[in-house]
């Protein structure tokens, strides 16, 4: 099966792409996979790629959809795969259309974990990560057992500035210009299902396996 996930910042799409791919026996593919490849072995597209990147620009939808076109092309991916991170805009979703009809083939589904903006700021905003191990907790989700101190190391927690709620207002706003709009691309197709991505993740794998096998997944 060649699916893609979309989904807000904090639906879950690194956590649940695992357990769905795993389940269909194919690849996880995620953009940042693919650039972190082609950047450490200095590939000709990973060079151009940190070049923008280093400068603090956005690397071109070219750019960055010639690096899919490599990695699909891969055997692990002639079965089928899983796209997390990508497409991210209309555009890309239709620049992918056309590099696997290049490739003889066309997606079969395109999975959407549903949750709304209060659930996302709720799950973002909560997050701590201990300047000493790094490892991230959870106010609510993961405490430590005390306030601000890490149950690993003992190292101080902090809020990093991306889990800020005005951060995250400002990163659904973004999502909901750019990205959203894949929604009713795919709809139009026929190939969007909507899985809800509230509650315990355990529960929203089941939803998604659920609706897989209902489309032969």
Request: net charge negative; hydrophobic share 40%; aromatic share 6%.
């Given at each position: ?10 639906a ?8 769905i ?6 690849p996880?593919?995620s953009?940042g996979?693919?650039f ?21 620009k956005?690397?071109?939808?070219e750019?960055t959809?010639?690096?899919v076109?490599?990695?699909l092309a891969?055997p ?9 991170g990508f ?5 890309q ?12 083939t066309?997606?079969d ?9 209060d659930e ?11 300047r ?6 959870h ?16 190292a101080d927690l902090f ?7 005005e ?18 691309y795919?709809?139009a ?5 909507g ?13 998604a396996i659920d ?6 997944g």
């Amino acid at each position: 099966m060649r699916l893609v996930l979309v989904g807000p910042p904090g639906a879950g799409k690194g956590t649940q792409a695992e357990f769905i791919a795993a389940h269909l026996s194919v690849p996880k593919i995620s953009t940042g996979d693919i650039f972190r490849a082609n950047v450490s072995q200095g590939t000709p597209l990973g060079v151009e790629a940190k070049r923008y990147m280093d400068a603090g620009k956005l690397v071109p939808d070219e750019v960055t959809i010639n690096m899919v076109r490599g990695r699909l092309a891969e055997p692990d991916a002639a079965e089928g795969f899983l796209l997390d991170g990508f497409p991210r805009t209309t555009p890309q979703a239709a620049a992918l259309d056309k590099l696997l009809a290049d490739l003889g083939t066309a997606l079969d589904l395109v999975m959407e974990l549903v949750v709304d903006d209060d659930e996302v700021i709720r799950r973002l905003s909560g997050r701590r990560t201990c300047r000493g191990c790094g490892k991230i907790w959870h106010v609510e989700f993961d405490a430590t057992t005390r306030e601000g101190v890490c149950d690993r190391c003992g190292a101080d927690l902090f809020q990093r500035d991306d889990d800020k709620a005005e951060t995250i207002a400002e990163r659904l706003v973004e999502y909901a210009h750019k990205t959203a709009p894949l929604v009713d691309y795919y709809g139009a197709q026929g190939k969007l299902v909507g899985i809800d991505a509230t509650g315990p993740v355990e529960d929203v794998t089941v939803r998604a396996i659920d609706a897989l096998r209902s489309y032969g997944g």
